[in-house]
């Protein structure tokens, strides 16, 4: 099965800052990764797919890079909105979720 | 517009059987694979299962011997069957479209292991 670490576990951050997520696989996924935005008491939403590819209707301040088993989710000018936490997610094989990211303001 | 649908009992003691039904709108079956997923509080997700668009169907290692998906495509329904629920088995299951990215995700029934 393949391993999803993420990291960090947590974060703080001031509106405005650049925030940036990583993601590492267990093996080469080949770009089948998903970021998923989940605020509390709500069901998770896409973010991002095929590792660098904005699903439809998320701001263009979310963008993804990575290859090979490193990946990560950077968000460019944190807005309050932005507060949730974040979980990769790969689909190469099967599928497997990172252990996720819990985004907060300084 | 796409939608998905979770339900199913809220309580379940432990030892028994869990099943839930996912019902689906704006979008075949036949054409989208479902995904069920689950997530304790203040977790991360769990992957469990895969319904395929063609009836195949796939299941997390950890989770097969306890679990069984099916689907009626007649009336929109993918069904998730688990027996010998444990505590640990609380938590929140959702069904999700899964054309491979889960795209869209239902709201969710919270499950709760207790006698």
């Known amino acids: 099965d393949i391993q999803m670490t993420q990291s960090p576990a947590s974060l703080s951050a001031s509106l405005g800052e650049t925030v940036t997520i990583e993601c590492r696989a267990s093996?080469?996924?080949?770009?089948?990764l998903a970021w998923y935005q989940q605020k509390p008491g709500k069901s998770p939403q896409l973010l991002i797919y095929?590792?660098?590819s904005l699903h439809t209707g998320v701001p263009s301040r979310f963008s993804g890079s990575g290859s090979g088993t490193q990946y990560s989710l950077k968000i460019n000018s944190l807005q309050s909105e932005d507060v949730a936490s974040y979980f990769c997610?790969?689909?190469?094989?099967?599928?497997?979720f990172g252990g996720g990211t819990k985004l907060e303001l300084k | 517009q796409v939608q998905l649908k979770e339900s199913g009992p809220g309580l379940v003691q432990p030892s028994e059987t869990l099943s839930l039904t996912c019902t689906v709108s704006g979008f075949s079956l036949t054409s989208y694979s479902v995904s069920w997923v689950r997530q304790p509080s203040g977790k991360g997700p769990e992957w469990m299962g895969r319904?395929?668009?063609?009836?195949?169907?796939a299941y997390n290692s950890a989770l097969k011997s306890r679990l069984s998906i099916s689907r009626d495509t007649s009336k929109n329904q993918v069904f998730l069957k688990m027996n010998s629920l444990q505590t640990d088995d609380t938590g929140t299951y959702y069904c999700?479209?899964?054309?491979?990215?889960?795209?869209?995700w239902g709201q969710g029934v919270m499950v709760t292991v207790s006698s």
């Open positions: 095929n590792a660098n």
């Open positions: 093996e080469d996924i080949y770009n089948g």
């Open positions: 999700t479209r899964d054309p491979r990215a889960f795209d869209y």
């Open positions: 997610q790969q689909y190469y094989n099967y599928r497997t």
């Open positions: 319904m395929w668009y063609d009836g195949d169907t």
